[in-house]
C-alpha cells in the first residue's frame, strides 16, 4: 500500500506557472508507472503526463510542450511542471502510481488547479 499526497495547487492567472507535487508514504522508485491525471467538472478524469520505469514519458496533446513530469532521485515523490498555464487547464489534479504492470494503482485525493484572470 502508499499514500499520495498532492500539493501545489492554486489560482494562476494565464500564462503563469505552478509546480504540483506529491508525495508517496513509501520508496516508489522502481515503480512501473507515475503518472498525473486530470479532472475538470463534468468531464471524464485523463491522463496529462506518464513515466514509466525505463524513463519513457507521455503526455497529452493539449498540454505537450507546457507540462514536465519528473520523479525524484529519493523516490519518495513526483512532481508536474506545468507551464503557460490555460484556462482549460482548469481541474482536479490527481496522482497515480502503479507498483507492476497489471496491477491495482494507488491515488492520491487531488489538488484544485484554477486557470483565471
Known amino acids: 500500500q502508499v499514500q499520495l499526497v498532492e500539493s501545489g495547487g492554486g489560482l494562476v492567472q494565464p500564462g503563469g506557472s505552478l509546480r504540483l507535487s506529491c508525495a508517496a508514504s513509501r520508496n516508489i522508485l522502481n515503480f512501473y508507472l507515475v503518472a498525473w491525471y486530470r479532472q475538470a467538472p463534468g468531464m471524464q478524469r485523463e491522463r496529462v503526463a506518464g513515466?514509466?520505469?525505463?524513463?519513457?514519458?507521455d503526455y497529452a496533446d493539449s498540454v505537450k510542450g507546457r507540462f514536465t513530469i519528473s520523479r525524484d532521485d529519493a523516490g519518495y515523490g513526483i512532481s508536474l511542471q506545468m507551464n503557460n498555464l490555460k484556462p482549460e487547464d482548469t481541474a482536479i489534479y490527481y496522482c497515480c502510481v502503479q507498483e507492476l504492470p497489471s496491477t491495482r494503482s494507488w491515488w492520491g485525493q487531488g489538488t484544485q488547479v484554477t486557470v483565471s484572470s
Open positions: 513515466r514509466i520505469s525505463s524513463g519513457y514519458t
